[in-house]
């Protein structure tokens, strides 16, 4: 039998519904159960109990290189009007050597909250990063 090891972070692609879909950083891809806490007057232990409560979804951060004319992230965040907004359903594939899914994040109903432009620096002697912080309804994974 062959060794297995961990999947490297590096490999992967992102779709989400705009012209581009080359990211250098996924982060956020975090999913949590709140925890209600609840307690009876009559109970005899001097503690609480606690039940599953709310799911949670932490808001999704992705980064890509600056593209000279590529303003999808200024355009997407610019179909914010009052309490409407173009939402878009993003999926994140971690892949194999052989450029194949092998875990995939299914994000539903997202839309923009942050767009980060890059830190400008002089003596600096890297690419410059933007980024766009979104938020969603739902986080599913994927992983055969």
Same mark, same amino acid.
């Given at each position: 039998?062959?060794?297995?090891?961990?999947?490297?972070?590096?490999?992967?692609?992102?779709?989400?519904?705009?012209?581009?879909?080359?990211?250098?950083?996924?982060?956020?891809?975090?999913?949590?159960?709140?925890?209600?806490?609840?307690?009876?007057?009559?109970?005899?232990?001097?503690?609480?109990?606690?039940?599953?409560?709310?799911? @949670?979804?932490?808001? !999704?951060?992705?980064?890509?290189? *600056?593209?000279?004319?590529? $303003? /999808?992230?200024?355009?997407?965040?610019? %179909?914010? @009007?009052?309490?409407? !907004?173009?939402?878009?359903?993003? *999926?994140?594939?971690?892949? $194999? /050597?052989?450029?194949?899914?092998?875990? %995939?994040? @299914?994000?539903?109903?997202?839309?923009?909250?942050?767009?980060?432009?890059?830190?400008?620096?002089?003596?600096?002697?890297?690419?410059?990063?933007?980024?766009?912080?979104?938020?969603?309804?739902?986080?599913?994974?994927?992983?055969?």
């Amino acid at each position: 039998m062959p060794q297995q090891y961990p999947l490297p972070a590096f490999h992967f692609t992102v779709q989400w519904g705009g012209t581009r879909i080359g990211f250098s950083e996924v982060t956020g891809l975090t999913q949590e159960n709140q925890v209600i806490e609840y307690r009876d007057g009559s109970f005899p232990e001097y503690s609480s109990i606690k039940m599953p409560g709310l799911r @949670k979804f932490s808001n !999704v951060t992705l980064k890509r290189g *600056v593209i000279k004319a590529d $303003n /999808e992230f200024f355009r997407w965040l610019s %179909t914010i @009007k009052l309490n409407q !907004v173009e939402r878009r359903d993003v *999926v994140v594939s971690l892949l $194999n /050597e052989n450029h194949e899914p092998v875990m %995939t994040w @299914k994000i539903q109903n997202a839309f923009p909250v942050k767009v980060e432009g890059p830190a400008l620096k002089a003596s600096g002697n890297e690419v410059a990063i933007e980024s766009i912080e979104i938020a969603h309804e739902g986080l599913e994974l994927q992983n055969d």
